[in-house]
Antibody, heavy 113, light 107 residues
């Protein structure tokens, strides 16, 4: 059974940093691309970033490029999202996901002064 | 970027009625189209993957069809617990995109 367990998140001030983690089990993590998706309050789903199975191909949404960094540790079956220079508009629930499988439970990030 | 357009935006239906939601892609995506159900304060739940593949544990009244640019989610004999927002999502490109969502409410 595929399981993506997320951690991290919280309430921070603008300009702060946070790191989200997503621990995977139930599938071959080391051969799977991983994504982060976010959902602002009351809004739809927006893709944030992708990292290929080996970390060689990384892409970001324009809204987070230069501020967020996606990475992975295949020895720990974990993907990360380092979020720097956070803005109010980054406030959202963040989900980790891999194609064709259930998503993580989501972690809330609130950026507010 | 591949744009996904869902219709309708809102569907108000009575229990046991059949619901059909469509999702149109701005370019061909093969069968790399997935459907999710989201209830308030819950994470999106995968209903159908790769256009028509069923998911273990999802009731059989949910089904999907289509390929290329046009896709359909069908809910046969709607139940009250199916009230939710439904999203389509494409994984054909590395940059994922999502439909805007269809809210299904119970009359």
């Amino acid at each position: 059974q595929v399981d993506l367990v997320q951690s991290g998140g919280g309430v921070v001030q603008p300009g702060s940093s946070l790191r989200l983690s997503c621990a995977a089990s139930g599938f071959t993590f080391s051969t799977s691309a991983m994504h982060w998706v976010r959902q602002p309050p009351g809004r739809g789903l927006k893709w944030v970033a992708i990292i290929s199975f080996d970390g060689s191909n990384i892409q970001y949404a324009d809204s987070v490029k230069g501020r967020f960094t996606i990475s992975r540790d295949n020895s720990k079956n974990t993907v990360y999202l380092q979020m720097n220079s956070l803005r109010a508009e980054d406030t959202a629930v963040y989900y980790c996901a891999t194609p064709g499988h259930p998503w993580g439970q989501g972690t809330r990030v609130t950026v507010s002064s | 970027e591949i744009v996904l357009t869902q219709s309708p935006d809102l569907q108000s239906v009575t229990p046991k009625e059949k619901v059909t939601i469509t999702c149109r892609a701005s370019q061909s995506i093969g069968r790399s189209l997935h459907w999710y159900q989201q209830k308030p304060d819950q994470s999106p739940k995968l209903l159908i993957k790769y256009a028509s593949q069923s998911i273990s544990g999802v009731p059989s009244r949910f089904s999907g069809s289509g390929s290329g640019t046009d896709f359909t989610l069908t809910i046969n004999s709607l139940e009250a617990e199916d009230a939710a927002v439904y999203y389509c999502h494409q994984s054909s490109s590395l940059v994922w995109t999502f439909g805007q969502g269809t809210k299904v409410e119970i009359k």
